[in-house]
């Protein structure tokens, strides 16, 4: 069973930066796209960035586009969030997240949206999440 395991959260003013990775326990099925979602209280997951096998297309969410890259080595079994600009309104629980896609195909569908709970399962591994604060 894979498990992905995200770090790099923390505090931080507005306008400041933090790298968040999502480290795999074994190798990702080599055709998974991995990416992010983020969470706060009572709300539903958004997703927010996420990359296909190869480091080949990513996806932003709108509020993100332009603060926010992402990035995958394969090697290790890893995914990237570096997060720029950060506004009050990007705290929440960031929470990595892999699901099987195929290259050149685009980012799937279920990363692109806020999911509801019974949704969950349409990824195949979750990680924890860690907690990213934006201070005014």
């Known amino acids: 069973q894979v498990q992905l395991a995200e770090s790099g959260g923390g505090s931080v003013q507005a306008g400041g930066s933090l790298r968040l990775s999502c480290a795999a326990s074994k190798h990702i099925p080599s055709r998974s796209c991995m990416g992010w ?14 990359i296909e096998p190869g480091a080949g297309s990513t996806y932003f969410a709108d509020s993100v586009k332009g603060r926010f890259k992402i990035t995958r080595d394969s090697a290790q079994n890893t995914v990237y969030l570096q997060m720029d600009s950060l506004k009050p309104e990007d705290t929440a629980l960031y929470i990595c997240a892999a699901a099987t896609c195929f290259y050149g195909s685009g980012v799937p569908g ?9 949704e969950y399962g349409g990824l195949d591994f979750w990680g924890q999440g860690t907690l990213v604060n934006v201070s005014s």
């Open 37 to 50: 979602f983020r969470q706060t209280a009572g709300q539903e997951r958004e997703g927010v960035a996420a």
């Open 110 to 118: 279920i990363f692109r949206r806020t999911l509801r709970v019974p």
